[in-house]
């Protein structure tokens, strides 16, 4: 495999990093061939196990695409950075993190047994399902289209389209949901939800599980916080300064969930996963002495849909790994 390791000399043009992102693609394929496609949202099993694709974008306008990079995917538990966000938005962050804590669990990003464990009961963090049902509690409205509005404005205010939810996964994952009821029921109990709430918060939040992108969507939304939310063409700020940093803090704390220490360790950048196999990873503007790519900043999003046991893309997480090394990507 070519190590496209950077000198002081080098020229960074795009053909020259499109060469070394085609061939880390080709090598990092077999790995698909070790994961598993999750089983208890059936109709995620219809993906192709072998599917590997990468997109990236930088601050600078460069994209770098490769591998298979056409096959629109369901956002999941990415979507959980972006209600978060708008939460944010609406209510302001302390209502959120009265209700919702910033702390890593250690747990699968469904377990139920650390929601036990605390004393106040107060969900983990807002990208394990309990927090991320609390977070979606917590949009305006009255259905779960009004819930939804503000978070597809924001995705069409940065993608410049509006994505669309795809209805058979929704309808599939609503129809499998016992976990996440389960969930639903125990933050009911804890006063974390009202039960007149329940209904209207699972539908919305399997809803925006279900809104479906594309790899350069997931690139670009990454781009944008790496930019601290601002859009670098224009200069319009997209998301607040302080809410971008707080949701990229805890995408490093926490969204790669009971991985999420080993890959702030040895890859070292805010990333969030989501079942269907899609990771956006964020890499912000960095100060070093070598001439490296993207400087600036940019937004990576992976597609691999076989997954390993914590529920990440397995390929994904290892070409990240190996672009964030070969660019010195790390934040610290
Ligand atoms: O609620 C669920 O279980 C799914 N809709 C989303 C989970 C997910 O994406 C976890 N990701 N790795």
Sequence with gaps: ???????????????????????????????????????????????????????????????????????????????????????CMQR????????????PTGEAFNSIMHLEMKQIKKPFNPFVNAGAITVT?????????????PLLQLLENILG???????DVFQSEMQTSIRNRAIGYYLVETGYLESDQLELTLETYFKQCSIEISLKDLAHLGM?????????????????????????????TCGMYDASGKFAAYVGIPAKSGVSGGIVAIA????????????????????GPALDKQGNSIAGIKLIRHIAKQWDLSIF
């Design 1 to 87: 495999m070519v190590q496209g390791a950077m000198n002081q000399n080098t020229k960074l043009t795009k053909d020259w990093l499109q060469n070394y992102v085609d061939d880390w693609v080709k090598f990092y394929w077999k790995h698909t061939k070790e994961g598993e496609l999750p089983s208890y949202i059936p109709i995620l099993q219809q993906a192709n196990k072998n599917h590997l694709g990468i997109s990236i974008m930088g601050t600078n306008g460069v994209t770098i695409e490769s591998g298979d990079v056409d096959i629109p995917f369901t956002i999941q538990s990415i979507s959980k950075v972006f209600t978060f966000i708008v939460a």
């Design 92 to 103: 302001g962050v302390s209502y959120v993190l009265d209700r919702v804590d910033v702390e």
């Design 137 to 149: 509690s917590l949009l305006t409205g009255k259905t779960s289209a009004e819930k939804l509005e």
């Design 161 to 167: 389209y509006r994505p669309a939810l795809n209805i």
């Design 224 to 252: 944008i916080l790496a930019n601290d939310g601002k859009d670098p063409k224009t200069g319009t700020e997209l998301i607040p300064k302080q809410v971008a940093r707080l949701a990229k803090s805890l995408m490093l």
């Design 284 to 303: 912000p503007p960095r100060a070093r002495e070598e001439n490296l790519p993207f400087l600036e900043g940019c937004g990576i999003g992976v597609y």
